[in-house]
Nanobody, 118 residues
């Protein structure tokens, strides 16, 4: 049973930063890719960033230049560094992992709330 556990969410002011962590119960290398998604109230889930087993990285246009995804295979953990946050980034952020590089959504974490105040 694969488990993904997110942490690091919280309340931050506009322009602030947060770092999300996702700890996997198995080796991150066992997945073709891992990613971060988010869902704001009343909106569809959005893919924010992905990182493949070979560390190829993609970002949604809305976060390019502000967010950075990375992973530490030794710790089985994926990170999302979020800088220059704005209220539009407010959402529940989910860690996911799976087989498809462009949509690694076979396994999900429980989510962590990020709230950006204006």
């Amino acid at each position: 049973q694969v488990q993904l556990v997110e942490s690091g969410g919280g309340l931050v002011q506009t322009g602030g930063s947060l770092r999300l962590s996702c700890a996997a119960s198995t080796s991150t290398s066992s997945f073709n890719a891992m990613g971060w998604y988010r869902q704001a109230p009343g909106k569809q889930r959005e893919l924010v960033a992905t990182i493949t087993r070979l560390s190829n990285i993609r970002y949604a246009d809305s976060v390019k230049g502000r967010f950075t995804i990375s992973k530490d295979n030794a710790k089985n953990t994926v990170y999302l560094q979020m800088n220059n946050l704005n209220p539009e980034d407010t959402a529940i952020y989910y860690c996911a992992a799976g087989s498809f590089n462009s949509d690694p959504s076979d396994y999900w974490g429980q989510g962590t709330q990020v709230t950006v105040s204006s």
